[in-house]
């Protein structure tokens, strides 16, 4: 293992409670692999720490809120990475890391020292992280955020339309140039929908239900509270909207 230089100002200096301290602590300097990877397994890290798992789930949430982690899935897991991983400690000596390496969408969002570790240290997979980096950071700067494209103006199958168009409203709901979003989630949610087919096997919605229900959920269900601009709120809000889609395409 390698040995791990941790800068402990950085950490008891955030105004957090014990609890999300101690987790935080344990997670940095002896649950996560050299790479600031680690499974989402709030029952193994609240043994060790003497806590409930439902408290270690709330406090990796908030964790995730703070931008200190950012979640993924990968190879049929849930797994966390520190943002800013070599921000917060040093290195002497690396390994092959013991988690599934961050999607994309996951990669652009982590600090510029942590990226580099990623790619330099991460042996044969090196070259295809680099590419990853460079295609998430060139996706993230795609398009003017006042001509988002049509439906009838895309070649791209409609849960990936529908995925950047969620993206596109959610940025001029908060008024933020990057808002933080589960996209490897969001994906696999959209692609289930898109496949989701009647009993006769015809397609249940096309390119401009996924467009009307992003417009519904975004004008409509939350209204002014930015707060409440969260992907697993639109999930919730999913099967009220594909109900009423439904209905007026005669399905119901």
Known sequence: MARRIVDGHKIYNKPWDSATRDVFFYCLTAYCDNYGLFPARPEVIGKHLGLDEFAVRDRLLMLEEAEVLASYSADGGEYYVFINWQDWQKMSYNSKPRSPLPPPDILEKLSEKTQKHLVKSSGGNSEKLGRAVAVAVAVANVGNANAFPSPAETDLPPSQWALRYYYFRLRQHTNLPKPVMPFGRAAGFLAEREAETDDSGHLLYDIHDFKDLVDEFFDHRIRGDKSSANWSLFESNWN?????????????
């Open 240 to 252: 009220a909207l594909c109900i009423a889609v439904q209905k007026r395409r005669g399905i119901r």
